[in-house]
């Protein structure tokens, strides 16, 4: 391979990298036969997650989220509505499709905005991450750490969403709350966007239709059997969709489980995170500050064997999603398609606060 592309490889999948550079330490500290590795990842979780990204991707391919998200900027008069709707929008488009995927579809959106109207475009990128941290908090399907976490929990549906919905308003609300400190009232006027994806009907048909039909099977413990019949159907009818699915992204998740789960093993680990979880906070700010370190992916499924209150962990590693920028992967994805120079320092000046305070109010909420 090119030394060009090993290099491109390792920046873009440093965090795959890393993972496979640890799993063999790990097997030389915590000896486990391989035919138990397999046994420490959930794949009930990878199975939702694969037909989520199969059905998220079928929706963005399609142009319906795309057109939604035109026609609603389109309409607003100033810079500060703008911000204010693609907070709104990339916040409610992540409860449906998941972080990630809503910041792939609004990102470029703002870029394209930006070509036909002065805009403060790595602010306004800033804000949409941050939204869909938020947004995302609120549903079971929402994000990664949400997915495992509603899996290992054993939770409705339902109940899962009325749990965690109370922390994803407040969240939304304090973001919201900081927009006019970020942007202006001055008038905008968007003579030009660039053209809208084409309409492919049948695949958006299909996939807003498979979509609940999905997310109630997995709900009924069917994780598994409804991602391969999902993959199926979409590798008979829509194969475009799955050639451009992140498929690394499922082997980082394999690897997260199986890494995470030795490194729990570990005795000095094992001896540690109990101690720390009867701390003030418990797990509600362990998971917070475990995100700044690893993530709240990573952060989720370390912590999840050693407590069983998982309201507070989801709580703890949504509100970690702010703060550092490796407190969430889609902090890292905003920033990446944005490729504005000097964004990163710019991010934390908005990212840290928005921790603080979005903590302060989950804390308050668990005490009401």
Known sequence: MHPHLIRRWLREDWLLVLLLALLPVLLVMVPVAPTRLAALVDWKTIAALAGLMVLSRGLEVSGLVDRAGRALIIRLRTERRLAAALVVFAALLSAVVTNDVALFVTVPLTLGLARATALPVGRLVIFQALAVNAGSAA????????????????????????????????????????????????????????????????????????????????????AVAAAVVLLGLFALAFRQVLRGLDWPLLLIFVLMFVDLGLLAHLPAIATAVPAALELPGGAYMLGAVLSQIMSNVPAAIFLAPFTDDWRALAWGVSVGGFGLAIGSLANLIALRLARQKGLWIRFHLWSLPMLALAFAAGALLRAS
């Open 139 to 222: 549903s079971p399907a929402g994000n990664p750490q949400n997915l495992f976490l509603w899996q290992v929990s054993g939770a409705g549906f339902g109940e899962f969403l009325l749990a965690m919905l109370p922390l994803a308003v407040a969240m939304l609300a304090i973001l919201l709350a900081l927009v006019p400190l970020g942007f202006s009232a001055r008038p905008v006027t968007v003579s030009r966007t660039d053209s809208p994806l084409p309409l492919q009907q049948a695949l958006g048909t299909v996939s807003l239709v498979a979509y609940p039909v999905f997310l109630g099977l997995v709900n009924a413990g069917f």
